[in-house]
Protein backbone atom coordinates (compact mmCIF):
# COMPACT_ATOMS: atom_id res chain seq x y z
CA UNK A 1 0.00 0.00 0.00
CA UNK A 2 1.52 3.35 -1.31
CA UNK A 3 1.26 6.22 1.10
CA UNK A 4 -0.87 7.62 -1.26
CA UNK A 5 -3.66 4.97 -0.35
CA UNK A 6 -3.80 5.23 3.20
CA UNK A 7 -6.83 3.05 4.22
CA UNK A 8 -9.22 4.34 1.48
CA UNK A 9 -11.70 1.31 -0.34
CA UNK A 10 -14.14 1.85 -2.79
CA UNK A 11 -17.48 -0.64 -2.14
CA UNK A 12 -19.47 -0.86 -5.25
CA UNK A 13 -22.88 -1.88 -2.89
CA UNK A 14 -26.67 -3.13 -4.45
CA UNK A 15 -29.06 -1.20 -2.86
CA UNK A 16 -32.23 -3.36 -4.57
CA UNK A 17 -34.88 -2.85 -6.18
CA UNK A 18 -36.51 -0.20 -3.77
CA UNK A 19 -37.27 -1.05 -0.85
CA UNK A 20 -35.45 -0.86 2.58
CA UNK A 21 -36.40 -4.31 3.69
CA UNK A 22 -34.47 -5.76 0.16
CA UNK A 23 -31.04 -4.37 1.00
CA UNK A 24 -28.73 -6.24 2.25
CA UNK A 25 -27.54 -6.35 6.00
CA UNK A 26 -23.72 -6.42 4.10
CA UNK A 27 -25.07 -3.02 2.28
CA UNK A 28 -26.05 -1.35 5.04
CA UNK A 29 -22.94 -1.74 7.26
CA UNK A 30 -21.14 -0.60 4.34
CA UNK A 31 -23.18 2.50 4.24
CA UNK A 32 -23.07 3.44 7.52
CA UNK A 33 -19.01 3.31 7.52
CA UNK A 34 -19.16 5.38 4.20
CA UNK A 35 -17.98 8.96 4.65
CA UNK A 36 -18.80 9.06 0.76
CA UNK A 37 -21.54 7.90 -1.51
CA UNK A 38 -20.94 8.23 -5.33
CA UNK A 39 -23.93 7.54 -7.68
CA UNK A 40 -26.66 8.24 -10.44
CA UNK A 41 -28.95 11.00 -8.62
CA UNK A 42 -31.95 8.77 -8.10
CA UNK A 43 -29.64 6.12 -6.05
CA UNK A 44 -27.88 8.73 -3.76
CA UNK A 45 -31.40 10.30 -2.75
CA UNK A 46 -31.91 6.63 -1.21
CA UNK A 47 -29.44 7.04 1.26
CA UNK A 48 -29.96 9.54 4.73
CA UNK A 49 -27.33 12.25 4.82
CA UNK A 50 -25.87 12.37 8.60
CA UNK A 51 -23.20 14.30 9.39
CA UNK A 52 -19.76 12.53 8.37
CA UNK A 53 -20.90 11.82 5.38
CA UNK A 54 -20.76 13.36 1.64
CA UNK A 55 -23.48 12.87 -1.07
CA UNK A 56 -22.01 13.09 -4.58
CA UNK A 57 -24.93 12.34 -6.72
CA UNK A 58 -24.48 12.44 -10.34
CA UNK A 59 -26.00 12.30 -13.59
CA UNK A 60 -26.89 9.31 -15.80
CA UNK A 61 -24.07 8.34 -18.73
CA UNK A 62 -21.12 9.42 -16.40
CA UNK A 63 -20.49 6.10 -15.26
CA UNK A 64 -16.82 6.51 -15.89
CA UNK A 65 -16.19 9.86 -14.55
CA UNK A 66 -18.05 8.53 -11.39
CA UNK A 67 -15.67 5.68 -10.77
CA UNK A 68 -12.82 7.94 -11.35
CA UNK A 69 -13.72 9.47 -8.63
CA UNK A 70 -13.95 6.92 -6.37
CA UNK A 71 -10.96 5.81 -7.30
CA UNK A 72 -9.00 9.38 -6.48
CA UNK A 73 -11.16 9.65 -3.18
CA UNK A 74 -10.33 6.34 -1.90
CA UNK A 75 -6.79 7.55 -2.88
CA UNK A 76 -6.92 9.87 -0.13
CA UNK A 77 -8.31 7.37 2.83
CA UNK A 78 -11.81 8.12 1.77
CA UNK A 79 -13.97 5.15 2.16
CA UNK A 80 -16.39 5.53 -0.45
CA UNK A 81 -19.34 3.58 -1.74
CA UNK A 82 -20.83 3.27 -5.15
CA UNK A 83 -24.86 3.04 -5.00
CA UNK A 84 -26.01 1.13 -7.58
CA UNK A 85 -29.68 -0.06 -8.33
CA UNK A 86 -29.87 -3.85 -7.89
CA UNK A 87 -27.25 -5.47 -8.26
CA UNK A 88 -24.36 -3.66 -9.02
CA UNK A 89 -23.03 -6.61 -11.27
CA UNK A 90 -26.01 -6.42 -13.65
CA UNK A 91 -26.18 -3.68 -15.99
CA UNK A 92 -24.84 -1.31 -13.35
CA UNK A 93 -21.94 0.22 -11.90
CA UNK A 94 -19.43 -2.25 -11.06
CA UNK A 95 -18.16 -2.81 -14.47
CA UNK A 96 -17.68 0.54 -15.41
CA UNK A 97 -15.43 0.55 -12.14
CA UNK A 98 -12.79 -1.55 -13.26
CA UNK A 99 -13.06 0.01 -16.79
CA UNK A 100 -11.72 2.75 -15.28
CA UNK A 101 -9.61 0.65 -12.95
CA UNK A 102 -8.00 -0.45 -16.33
CA UNK A 103 -7.11 3.34 -17.54
CA UNK A 104 -5.92 4.07 -14.09
CA UNK A 105 -2.55 1.96 -13.08
CA UNK A 106 -1.71 4.22 -10.88
CA UNK A 107 -4.88 3.17 -8.70
CA UNK A 108 -4.39 -0.23 -9.46
CA UNK A 109 -3.67 -1.52 -5.51
CA UNK A 110 -7.59 0.19 -4.67
CA UNK A 111 -8.94 -1.97 -2.14
CA UNK A 112 -12.32 -2.52 -3.72
CA UNK A 113 -15.24 -4.90 -2.73
CA UNK A 114 -18.52 -5.24 -4.79
CA UNK A 115 -21.41 -6.21 -2.56
CA UNK A 116 -24.26 -8.07 -4.38
CA UNK A 117 -28.02 -7.12 -4.20
CA UNK A 118 -31.37 -8.60 -5.44
CA UNK A 119 -31.18 -7.43 -8.98
CA UNK A 120 -34.86 -6.00 -10.54
CA UNK A 121 -35.52 -9.48 -12.35
CA UNK A 122 -35.26 -11.15 -9.55
CA UNK A 123 -37.69 -8.85 -7.40
CA UNK A 124 -40.10 -9.03 -10.58
CA UNK A 125 -40.03 -12.49 -10.48
CA UNK A 126 -40.82 -13.02 -6.84
CA UNK A 127 -43.51 -10.80 -7.37
CA UNK A 128 -45.28 -12.44 -10.97
CA UNK A 129 -44.55 -16.12 -9.29
CA UNK A 130 -41.69 -17.71 -10.82
CA UNK A 131 -41.43 -17.01 -14.20
CA UNK A 132 -37.08 -17.84 -14.31
CA UNK A 133 -37.54 -20.87 -12.74
CA UNK A 134 -35.76 -22.65 -15.56
CA UNK A 135 -32.98 -22.00 -17.70
CA UNK A 136 -33.02 -17.66 -18.30
CA UNK A 137 -31.10 -14.65 -19.73
CA UNK A 138 -31.36 -11.12 -18.86
CA UNK A 139 -30.55 -8.61 -22.19
CA UNK A 140 -29.81 -5.15 -21.68
CA UNK A 141 -32.09 -3.66 -24.67
CA UNK A 142 -30.61 -0.40 -24.30
CA UNK A 143 -28.27 0.82 -27.42
CA UNK A 144 -26.35 3.23 -25.56
CA UNK A 145 -23.63 0.85 -25.34
CA UNK A 146 -23.71 -1.71 -28.05
CA UNK A 147 -25.66 -1.84 -31.83
CA UNK A 148 -29.01 -2.94 -31.94
CA UNK A 149 -27.96 -5.66 -34.28
CA UNK A 150 -26.07 -7.45 -31.33
CA UNK A 151 -29.87 -7.10 -29.20
CA UNK A 152 -31.45 -8.61 -32.02
CA UNK A 153 -28.69 -11.31 -32.52
CA UNK A 154 -29.10 -12.20 -28.59
CA UNK A 155 -32.69 -12.22 -29.26
CA UNK A 156 -33.17 -14.53 -30.90
CA UNK A 157 -30.51 -17.02 -29.50
CA UNK A 158 -32.02 -16.65 -26.65
CA UNK A 159 -35.60 -17.69 -28.11
CA UNK A 160 -34.55 -20.23 -30.22
CA UNK A 161 -32.11 -21.95 -27.22
CA UNK A 162 -35.52 -22.42 -25.13
CA UNK A 163 -34.76 -19.34 -22.32
CA UNK A 164 -36.74 -17.31 -20.87
CA UNK A 165 -35.78 -13.84 -20.60
CA UNK A 166 -35.70 -10.47 -18.54
CA UNK A 167 -35.01 -7.24 -20.45
CA UNK A 168 -33.37 -4.63 -18.71
CA UNK A 169 -34.13 -0.74 -19.51
CA UNK A 170 -36.59 -1.53 -22.35
CA UNK A 171 -37.58 1.27 -23.36
CA UNK A 172 -36.60 5.26 -23.20
CA UNK A 173 -38.03 8.94 -24.49
CA UNK A 174 -34.93 9.31 -26.69
CA UNK A 175 -35.36 5.40 -28.59
CA UNK A 176 -39.06 4.37 -28.40
CA UNK A 177 -39.47 2.36 -31.74
CA UNK A 178 -36.74 -0.08 -30.53
CA UNK A 179 -39.05 -2.08 -27.96
CA UNK A 180 -41.26 -2.19 -31.08
CA UNK A 181 -38.94 -3.95 -32.80
CA UNK A 182 -38.01 -6.29 -29.71
CA UNK A 183 -41.56 -7.49 -29.71
CA UNK A 184 -41.64 -7.78 -33.24
CA UNK A 185 -38.75 -10.24 -33.25
CA UNK A 186 -40.19 -12.02 -30.41
CA UNK A 187 -43.03 -12.53 -32.41
CA UNK A 188 -40.87 -13.94 -35.40
CA UNK A 189 -39.52 -16.45 -33.35
CA UNK A 190 -42.21 -17.32 -30.65
CA UNK A 191 -45.85 -18.74 -30.37
CA UNK A 192 -48.37 -15.72 -30.09
CA UNK A 193 -49.62 -16.96 -26.09
CA UNK A 194 -46.17 -16.67 -24.82
CA UNK A 195 -46.36 -14.85 -21.70
CA UNK A 196 -44.94 -11.71 -20.65
CA UNK A 197 -44.85 -10.00 -17.63
CA UNK A 198 -43.91 -6.24 -17.49
CA UNK A 199 -43.09 -5.45 -14.04
CA UNK A 200 -42.65 -1.64 -12.89
CA UNK A 201 -41.16 -0.14 -9.87
CA UNK A 202 -41.66 -3.16 -7.74
CA UNK A 203 -41.33 -2.89 -4.08
CA UNK A 204 -41.82 1.02 -4.19
CA UNK A 205 -45.26 2.70 -4.19
CA UNK A 206 -45.23 2.75 -7.86
CA UNK A 207 -45.20 -0.74 -8.32
CA UNK A 208 -47.23 -2.23 -11.07
CA UNK A 209 -47.36 -5.66 -12.23
CA UNK A 210 -49.31 -7.40 -15.42
CA UNK A 211 -48.93 -10.40 -17.23
CA UNK A 212 -49.86 -10.34 -21.02
CA UNK A 213 -50.02 -12.85 -24.07
CA UNK A 214 -47.15 -11.98 -26.62
CA UNK A 215 -49.75 -10.90 -28.78
CA UNK A 216 -51.64 -8.81 -26.52
CA UNK A 217 -48.34 -7.21 -25.82
CA UNK A 218 -47.66 -3.17 -26.89
CA UNK A 219 -44.79 -0.75 -26.25
CA UNK A 220 -46.59 1.24 -23.90
CA UNK A 221 -46.74 -1.23 -22.00
CA UNK A 222 -42.97 -0.96 -20.83
CA UNK A 223 -40.75 2.12 -19.85
CA UNK A 224 -37.21 2.63 -18.02
CA UNK A 225 -38.32 1.87 -15.00
CA UNK A 226 -39.99 -1.35 -15.96
CA UNK A 227 -38.15 -4.94 -16.19
CA UNK A 228 -40.11 -6.94 -18.83
CA UNK A 229 -40.23 -11.51 -18.47
CA UNK A 230 -40.64 -13.29 -21.30
CA UNK A 231 -41.06 -16.96 -20.16
CA UNK A 232 -40.09 -19.99 -22.11
CA UNK A 233 -42.72 -21.92 -24.05
CA UNK A 234 -43.65 -24.02 -20.82
CA UNK A 235 -44.28 -20.74 -18.95
CA UNK A 236 -48.16 -20.55 -17.66
CA UNK A 237 -50.30 -19.36 -15.37
CA UNK A 238 -52.01 -21.05 -12.26
CA UNK A 239 -54.39 -18.38 -10.62
CA UNK A 240 -53.03 -15.18 -10.27
CA UNK A 241 -49.48 -16.23 -10.55
CA UNK A 242 -46.98 -17.14 -13.57
CA UNK A 243 -44.57 -19.77 -13.09
CA UNK A 244 -41.93 -21.62 -15.28
CA UNK A 245 -41.91 -25.49 -14.90
CA UNK A 246 -38.95 -26.92 -13.40
CA UNK A 247 -38.84 -29.65 -16.26
CA UNK A 248 -38.40 -29.98 -19.45
CA UNK A 249 -39.85 -32.87 -21.93
CA UNK A 250 -37.48 -34.03 -24.27
CA UNK A 251 -37.32 -31.30 -27.67
CA UNK A 252 -40.14 -31.31 -29.72
CA UNK A 253 -40.99 -30.10 -33.37
CA UNK A 254 -43.62 -27.73 -31.90
CA UNK A 255 -43.27 -24.06 -31.86
CA UNK B 1 -60.99 -17.38 1.85
CA UNK B 2 -62.59 -20.73 3.36
CA UNK B 3 -62.93 -21.66 6.66
CA UNK B 4 -60.03 -24.35 6.52
CA UNK B 5 -57.47 -21.92 5.57
CA UNK B 6 -57.90 -19.88 8.61
CA UNK B 7 -55.03 -17.20 8.36
CA UNK B 8 -52.48 -19.58 7.19
CA UNK B 9 -49.75 -19.05 4.84
CA UNK B 10 -46.87 -20.04 2.57
CA UNK B 11 -43.82 -17.84 2.12
CA UNK B 12 -40.71 -19.12 -0.08
CA UNK B 13 -37.94 -17.38 0.99
CA UNK B 14 -34.18 -17.36 -0.12
CA UNK B 15 -31.93 -17.44 2.11
CA UNK B 16 -28.71 -16.11 -0.05
CA UNK B 17 -25.30 -17.71 -0.68
CA UNK B 18 -24.76 -18.82 3.05
CA UNK B 19 -23.37 -15.28 5.01
CA UNK B 20 -25.88 -14.13 7.51
CA UNK B 21 -24.98 -10.56 5.84
CA UNK B 22 -26.73 -11.45 2.57
CA UNK B 23 -29.86 -12.38 3.74
CA UNK B 24 -32.70 -9.04 3.09
CA UNK B 25 -34.60 -7.96 6.32
CA UNK B 26 -37.58 -9.05 4.65
CA UNK B 27 -36.88 -12.52 5.01
CA UNK B 28 -35.51 -12.11 8.33
CA UNK B 29 -38.89 -10.94 9.15
CA UNK B 30 -40.73 -13.97 8.13
CA UNK B 31 -38.27 -15.97 10.12
CA UNK B 32 -39.53 -14.79 12.27
CA UNK B 33 -43.08 -14.66 12.73
CA UNK B 34 -42.63 -18.21 10.94
CA UNK B 35 -44.63 -21.58 12.89
CA UNK B 36 -42.96 -23.73 10.23
CA UNK B 37 -39.85 -24.09 8.43
CA UNK B 38 -39.76 -26.70 5.44
CA UNK B 39 -36.90 -27.38 3.13
CA UNK B 40 -33.99 -29.30 2.40
CA UNK B 41 -31.71 -30.21 5.22
CA UNK B 42 -28.60 -27.94 4.96
CA UNK B 43 -30.93 -25.00 4.22
CA UNK B 44 -33.42 -25.94 7.62
CA UNK B 45 -29.83 -26.16 9.04
CA UNK B 46 -29.32 -22.74 9.12
CA UNK B 47 -32.70 -21.99 10.84
CA UNK B 48 -31.90 -21.23 14.84
CA UNK B 49 -34.17 -23.06 16.89
CA UNK B 50 -36.84 -20.88 18.86
CA UNK B 51 -40.18 -21.88 21.24
CA UNK B 52 -43.31 -22.10 18.65
CA UNK B 53 -40.92 -22.80 15.33
CA UNK B 54 -40.91 -26.41 14.07
CA UNK B 55 -38.75 -27.09 11.58
CA UNK B 56 -39.38 -30.08 8.64
CA UNK B 57 -36.35 -30.93 6.90
CA UNK B 58 -36.29 -33.06 4.27
CA UNK B 59 -34.06 -34.92 1.49
CA UNK B 60 -33.45 -33.82 -1.84
CA UNK B 61 -35.48 -34.14 -5.16
CA UNK B 62 -38.21 -34.02 -2.40
CA UNK B 63 -39.97 -30.51 -3.82
CA UNK B 64 -43.46 -31.01 -4.25
CA UNK B 65 -44.02 -33.40 -1.71
CA UNK B 66 -42.50 -30.35 0.56
CA UNK B 67 -44.46 -28.28 -1.07
CA UNK B 68 -47.74 -30.43 -0.68
CA UNK B 69 -47.31 -30.30 2.93
CA UNK B 70 -46.47 -26.39 2.91
CA UNK B 71 -50.42 -26.18 1.52
CA UNK B 72 -51.80 -28.12 4.00
CA UNK B 73 -49.86 -26.73 7.02
CA UNK B 74 -51.02 -23.24 5.73
CA UNK B 75 -54.85 -24.57 5.39
CA UNK B 76 -54.46 -25.49 9.05
CA UNK B 77 -53.98 -21.82 9.73
CA UNK B 78 -49.93 -22.24 10.12
CA UNK B 79 -47.21 -19.73 8.97
CA UNK B 80 -45.13 -21.49 6.81
CA UNK B 81 -41.74 -20.90 5.54
CA UNK B 82 -39.96 -22.68 2.80
CA UNK B 83 -36.34 -21.97 2.97
CA UNK B 84 -33.98 -22.27 -0.05
CA UNK B 85 -30.74 -21.21 -0.56
CA UNK B 86 -29.66 -18.43 -2.76
CA UNK B 87 -33.03 -16.66 -4.90
CA UNK B 88 -36.03 -19.29 -4.47
CA UNK B 89 -37.17 -18.42 -8.11
CA UNK B 90 -33.73 -19.82 -9.22
CA UNK B 91 -33.39 -23.35 -9.81
CA UNK B 92 -35.12 -23.31 -6.50
CA UNK B 93 -38.63 -24.21 -4.87
CA UNK B 94 -40.92 -21.45 -5.96
CA UNK B 95 -41.65 -23.15 -8.95
CA UNK B 96 -41.96 -26.41 -7.24
CA UNK B 97 -44.74 -24.95 -5.39
CA UNK B 98 -46.47 -23.62 -8.51
CA UNK B 99 -46.26 -26.71 -9.88
CA UNK B 100 -47.72 -28.34 -6.54
CA UNK B 101 -50.39 -25.54 -6.35
CA UNK B 102 -51.67 -26.52 -10.04
CA UNK B 103 -52.81 -29.87 -8.94
CA UNK B 104 -54.41 -28.98 -5.82
CA UNK B 105 -57.56 -26.86 -6.77
CA UNK B 106 -58.31 -27.23 -3.02
CA UNK B 107 -55.53 -25.04 -2.13
CA UNK B 108 -55.94 -22.03 -4.86
CA UNK B 109 -56.75 -19.95 -2.25
CA UNK B 110 -53.73 -20.37 0.05
CA UNK B 111 -51.73 -16.92 0.61
CA UNK B 112 -48.41 -16.92 -1.32
CA UNK B 113 -45.69 -14.87 -0.95
CA UNK B 114 -42.11 -15.03 -2.66
CA UNK B 115 -39.43 -13.44 -1.05
CA UNK B 116 -36.34 -13.18 -3.58
CA UNK B 117 -32.55 -13.57 -2.48
CA UNK B 118 -28.84 -12.92 -3.18
CA UNK B 119 -28.53 -16.30 -5.81
CA UNK B 120 -25.42 -18.12 -5.76
CA UNK B 121 -24.29 -16.52 -9.45
CA UNK B 122 -24.48 -12.83 -7.88
CA UNK B 123 -22.64 -13.47 -5.14
CA UNK B 124 -20.05 -15.13 -7.42
CA UNK B 125 -19.59 -12.66 -10.02
CA UNK B 126 -19.07 -10.00 -7.00
CA UNK B 127 -16.06 -11.55 -5.62
CA UNK B 128 -14.64 -12.30 -8.76
CA UNK B 129 -15.50 -8.76 -10.24
CA UNK B 130 -18.31 -8.13 -12.62
CA UNK B 131 -18.17 -11.35 -14.98
CA UNK B 132 -22.10 -11.36 -15.24
CA UNK B 133 -21.43 -7.12 -16.43
CA UNK B 134 -23.06 -7.55 -19.80
CA UNK B 135 -25.89 -10.22 -21.06
CA UNK B 136 -25.52 -12.66 -20.01
CA UNK B 137 -27.49 -16.54 -19.26
CA UNK B 138 -28.23 -18.81 -16.21
CA UNK B 139 -28.15 -22.33 -17.18
CA UNK B 140 -29.05 -25.79 -14.74
CA UNK B 141 -26.85 -28.03 -15.66
CA UNK B 142 -28.45 -31.07 -14.08
CA UNK B 143 -29.85 -33.39 -16.07
CA UNK B 144 -32.66 -34.39 -13.60
CA UNK B 145 -35.57 -32.41 -14.81
CA UNK B 146 -34.62 -32.37 -18.84
CA UNK B 147 -32.70 -34.30 -20.85
CA UNK B 148 -28.75 -33.52 -21.70
CA UNK B 149 -29.68 -32.61 -25.25
CA UNK B 150 -31.14 -29.53 -23.89
CA UNK B 151 -28.67 -28.42 -21.68
CA UNK B 152 -26.34 -28.53 -24.74
CA UNK B 153 -28.76 -27.03 -27.13
CA UNK B 154 -28.97 -23.89 -24.78
CA UNK B 155 -25.41 -23.96 -23.96
CA UNK B 156 -24.50 -23.82 -28.23
CA UNK B 157 -27.50 -20.73 -28.51
CA UNK B 158 -25.68 -18.96 -25.21
CA UNK B 159 -22.37 -19.13 -26.83
CA UNK B 160 -23.69 -17.96 -30.43
CA UNK B 161 -25.31 -15.14 -28.88
CA UNK B 162 -22.25 -13.99 -27.09
CA UNK B 163 -24.05 -14.07 -23.60
CA UNK B 164 -22.00 -14.36 -20.48
CA UNK B 165 -23.10 -17.65 -18.83
CA UNK B 166 -23.68 -18.81 -15.10
CA UNK B 167 -23.88 -22.77 -14.66
CA UNK B 168 -25.92 -23.77 -11.46
CA UNK B 169 -25.30 -27.38 -10.00
CA UNK B 170 -22.54 -28.42 -12.77
CA UNK B 171 -21.30 -31.47 -11.02
CA UNK B 172 -22.72 -34.44 -9.35
CA UNK B 173 -21.12 -37.59 -8.62
CA UNK B 174 -23.57 -39.75 -10.03
CA UNK B 175 -23.13 -37.58 -13.45
CA UNK B 176 -19.11 -36.50 -13.24
CA UNK B 177 -19.03 -37.40 -16.83
CA UNK B 178 -21.67 -34.25 -17.76
CA UNK B 179 -19.34 -31.08 -17.05
CA UNK B 180 -16.60 -32.88 -18.93
CA UNK B 181 -19.36 -32.80 -22.27
CA UNK B 182 -19.76 -29.55 -21.22
CA UNK B 183 -16.24 -28.03 -21.17
CA UNK B 184 -15.95 -30.31 -24.44
CA UNK B 185 -19.22 -27.97 -26.05
CA UNK B 186 -17.84 -24.48 -24.82
CA UNK B 187 -14.63 -25.42 -26.18
CA UNK B 188 -15.93 -26.14 -29.49
CA UNK B 189 -18.26 -22.59 -29.56
CA UNK B 190 -15.44 -20.28 -27.79
CA UNK B 191 -11.78 -19.70 -28.38
CA UNK B 192 -9.29 -21.12 -25.77
CA UNK B 193 -8.50 -17.67 -23.75
CA UNK B 194 -12.08 -17.45 -22.78
CA UNK B 195 -12.51 -16.89 -18.72
CA UNK B 196 -14.00 -19.33 -16.48
CA UNK B 197 -14.54 -18.83 -13.13
CA UNK B 198 -15.03 -21.69 -10.31
CA UNK B 199 -16.74 -19.84 -7.16
CA UNK B 200 -17.28 -22.61 -4.19
CA UNK B 201 -19.32 -21.54 -1.27
CA UNK B 202 -19.33 -18.11 -1.54
CA UNK B 203 -19.84 -16.42 1.72
CA UNK B 204 -19.21 -19.14 3.82
CA UNK B 205 -16.08 -20.43 5.29
CA UNK B 206 -15.31 -23.19 2.51
CA UNK B 207 -15.56 -20.46 0.09
CA UNK B 208 -12.85 -21.16 -3.10
CA UNK B 209 -12.46 -18.53 -6.31
CA UNK B 210 -10.28 -19.55 -8.99
CA UNK B 211 -10.52 -18.06 -12.77
CA UNK B 212 -8.61 -20.16 -15.31
CA UNK B 213 -9.14 -20.03 -19.48
CA UNK B 214 -11.18 -22.34 -20.91
CA UNK B 215 -8.01 -24.16 -22.42
CA UNK B 216 -6.94 -25.04 -19.10
CA UNK B 217 -10.55 -25.68 -17.68
CA UNK B 218 -11.09 -29.16 -16.05
CA UNK B 219 -14.19 -30.97 -14.72
CA UNK B 220 -12.81 -31.47 -11.41
CA UNK B 221 -12.67 -27.64 -11.00
CA UNK B 222 -16.16 -27.95 -9.91
CA UNK B 223 -18.75 -29.90 -7.73
CA UNK B 224 -22.32 -29.26 -6.87
CA UNK B 225 -21.68 -26.61 -4.42
CA UNK B 226 -19.47 -24.06 -7.34
CA UNK B 227 -21.34 -21.69 -9.19
CA UNK B 228 -19.45 -21.91 -13.03
CA UNK B 229 -18.89 -18.39 -14.43
CA UNK B 230 -18.04 -18.44 -18.71
CA UNK B 231 -17.15 -14.79 -19.92
CA UNK B 232 -18.04 -13.67 -22.89
CA UNK B 233 -15.65 -12.84 -25.74
CA UNK B 234 -14.42 -9.58 -24.51
CA UNK B 235 -14.33 -11.07 -20.53
CA UNK B 236 -10.42 -9.85 -19.32
CA UNK B 237 -8.38 -9.75 -16.30
CA UNK B 238 -7.68 -6.42 -14.32
CA UNK B 239 -5.41 -6.79 -11.33
CA UNK B 240 -7.05 -10.01 -9.52
CA UNK B 241 -10.34 -8.69 -11.05
CA UNK B 242 -12.13 -10.57 -13.97
CA UNK B 243 -14.86 -8.45 -15.55
CA UNK B 244 -17.08 -8.21 -18.69
CA UNK B 245 -16.85 -4.52 -20.65
CA UNK B 246 -20.53 -2.74 -20.79
CA UNK B 247 -19.73 -1.69 -24.48
CA UNK B 248 -20.16 -4.16 -27.01
CA UNK B 249 -18.30 -3.21 -30.62
CA UNK B 250 -20.31 -4.18 -33.73
CA UNK B 251 -20.29 -7.92 -34.60
CA UNK B 252 -16.92 -8.76 -36.32
CA UNK B 253 -16.42 -12.39 -37.62
CA UNK B 254 -13.76 -12.83 -35.04
CA UNK B 255 -14.07 -15.93 -32.78
Known sequence: MTPTQQAGRVTVAGLGPGADALVTPEVTAALAEATDIVG????????????????????????????QTALDMAAQGRHVVIVSSGDPGVFAMASALFEALETRPDRADTDIRILPG???????????????????????LSDNLKPFAEVERRLRHAAQGGFAMAFYNPRSKSRPHQFTRVLEILREECEPARLITFARAVSTPEEQLSTVTLAEATPEMADMRTVVIVGNEATRRVGRWVYTPRSVPAPTDAE
Do not use: K
Not at 118 to 140: E, K, V, Y
Open 118 to 140: ITAMLAAAARAGAPLGHDFCAIN
Open 40 to 67: YIPYVARIAPRPGLTLHPSDNRVELDRA
